[in-house]
């Protein structure tokens, strides 16, 4: 019995020592986000590989364009909302980036969530939009209850399941 004692206990230490390990290395990387988040940037990579970091002024130089699309939570039936914002397809671009040569593009936020489109549906016209108001205003970190300060949105989504808040990272994918 005590053998059997002693196993279980060594048992729990090494889990407890995964888990410890496993949370210090996600703190590291959510600090590390949430100053991207209040910096208000985006990086885009390609694999692991940073290619830039884009905030609101480089949004704002490519001409960012007014939409409709209605927002459907669980809380709430569909609403209806002007967003303002632009196509990722033209952030792409702006990049000279073809999302033909990727497979995913992936989309990924700061609590971890993570979205992935085709290259097909990020070269729709009209279709997926990096989101910086709602309304007039800004979209508002977590924080201040909000879901930016930058959102994917798909405008044709009529339930807002392929949406992402709080977009910190995207990462192209071959």
């Known amino acids: 019995m005590k053998k059997q004692n002693i196993i279980i206990i060594s048992v729990i230490a090494v889990l407890l020592a995964v888990v410890g390990i496993a949370v210090f290395l996600n703190f590291q990387g959510l600090e590390a986000k949430r100053q991207m988040q209040k910096e208000a940037k985006i990086i885009i990579k390609e694999g692991e590989k940073e290619l830039k970091t884009i905030g609101l002024d480089y ?12 927002l459907d939570t669980s809380d709430s039936g569909p609403k209806k909302h002007i967003y303002t ?27 971890g969530y993570t979205v992935a489109f085709n290259s097909g549906e990020v ?34 989504d009529q ?4 949406w992402c808040k709080f977009v910190t990272e995207i990462i192209l994918k071959k």
């Open 59 to 70: 949004l704002l130089g490519l001409g960012p364009e007014d939409f409709n699309a209605n």
């Open 85 to 111: 914002g632009v196509e990722l397809r033209e952030v792409l671009e702006s990049m000279d980036i073809d999302a033909k040569n990727y497979l995913n593009i992936i989309v990924r936020a700061i609590d």
């Open 123 to 156: 070269l729709d016209d009209n279709n997926i939009y990096i989101a910086f108001q709602i309304d007039g205003k800004a979209l508002g970190t977590r924080k201040e209850g909000g879901s930016g300060p930058y959102q994917i949105i798909v405008k044709g």
């Open 159 to 162: 339930f807002s399941q392929r």
